[in-house]
Structures are given as C-alpha cells and as structure tokens.
C-alpha cells in the first residue's frame, strides 16, 4: 500500500475541459513532486514544492498549473491540454527537499489521464 | 547537466542472479537510487549509494564506483514476481531527481 494517495486513478478529458489531480500525504513530508510518465519512459519531473512553496519548475507549459494549498497536499489543475499530454501523473513526497539516504521519493499509484 | 544509462531489457531465470549495470554523469553528486516499478504501478525505492562499496539488502544488493561513474544492482534468487522495470537514478547538485529510461527484467520459469 502506498502512503500517497492520488485522485482520481483515471482521467478522461476533452481539450477544452479543465480538471484537477489531487495528491495527499500525511507523513509529514515537506517536500512534493509531480512527475509525468509516457508508457515504458522514466518518470520525468515537472514540479517541485518545498515547504509548500515552488521550488522548481521544469519548464511546463501553464496549461499545467501546480498548487499547494498545505504541507499535505498537492494539486496539479489542468486546462487546454493536448493529446499528447496524455500520461501517467505520478505524485511524490519526500521528508525533506532534496535527496538522500534520509529523503527517498515515495510515489503515489499516479493518475492515468488520456486527452482526447 | 545529468546523463544515465542502463540497458533497455534483460532476460534472467528464476532462481538465478542478475545484474542490472547503470553508468552516469552529473554535475556534482548527492546519490544513486534504485527503483523497482511494475507495470502500471508506482516506483518503490529500493536501495541508495552515496558512498563507494556495496550494501546488501536481503535478496538485493546494490554497487557504487564513484570514480567511475558506475552502479550495479544485483538480484539474487530471482522470483517470477521480481519482473519489472529497475529504474536508475541520481540528483547532481541540483536536488532533482533525474531517472534513466529503465531497465525492464522479464524473469522466466
């Protein structure tokens, strides 16, 4: 079982809809990330929030627009997105930004989105 | 920037031992991780090196040569349920995890 959870598991949506994934963690981990994976590519990272404020951003375009609304959770609001942004979304904390021994991503079951 | 490489795919027998090589170059050095990912599933971390040597942890082990830009995650006693992609991965200096492209494990009978 996986101590980040993502809403919803699934995804369908119109490129003229706007829609929202949500992720929660209640481990008490500072930092979160959202990371878009394509089928049988790596998890590519798109956003980092550190102590609930953004720390990185990998150049998404703003149809992707990341919030932090508390320590616990994370949303990803999306609108105008294009067929090729469908992916998995995959959500992950870790106890402290940056990484290390002490701070391994632990990563939510992630949302398959399809944009038709 | 960050580069990593590992194999694309590998085939190993149950029972048998595997080794999944991984080489990298980054700006700067704060680690290297293991992830194990099924197929439609989250990652799971499963090792990370930030000194040379090796560390053992029950049926899996995992190496790093700094010097050389090199790790290796060895499975032992492999079992059918131990087929999936192993994911490499490292920070640099820049606190972002970067992945290299995986390499998929089928285990065979």
């Known amino acids: 079982d996986t101590e980040v959870t993502q809403t919803p598991k699934h995804l369908v949506m119109g490129m003229t809809n706007k829609k929202s994934l949500k992720c929660e963690q209640h481990?008490?981990?500072?930092?979160m990330y959202w990371y878009k994976q394509k089928a049988k590519k790596p998890p590519e990272l798109m956003f980092v929030?550190?102590?609930?404020?953004?720390?990185i951003n990998e150049s998404v375009p703003s149809r992707f627009s990341p919030e932090c609304p508390n320590s616990s959770l994370l949303n990803l609001h999306l609108h105008a997105l294009q067929p090729e942004d469908s992916a998995l979304y995959l959500c992950a904390s870790s106890q402290l930004p940056g990484t290390g021994v002490d701070s391994p991503l632990h990563f939510g079951n992630g949302t398959r989105l399809t944009v038709t | 920037g960050q580069n990593i490489d590992q194999p694309t795919e590998m085939t190993a027998t149950e029972g048998a031992i595997v080794q999944i090589n991984c080489t990298y170059q980054?700006?700067?050095?704060?680690?290297l991780f293991w992830y194990q990912q099924h197929a439609g599933e989250a990652p799971t971390f499963l090792s990370y090196?930030?000194?040379?040597g090796l560390e053992e942890k029950g049926r899996f082990s995992s190496f790093l040569s700094r010097s050389k830009g090199y790790s290796y995650l060895l499975l032992k006693e492999l079992q059918m349920k131990d087929s999936a992609s192993y994911l490499c991965a490292t920070s640099g200096n820049t606190g972002k995890l970067i992945f290299g492209q995986g390499t998929t494990l089928q285990v065979k009978p």
């Open positions: 929030y550190s102590y609930e404020k953004l720390s």
């Open positions: 481990m008490g981990h500072r930092a």
């Open positions: 090196n930030v000194l040379d």
């Open positions: 980054t700006s700067g050095f704060n680690g």
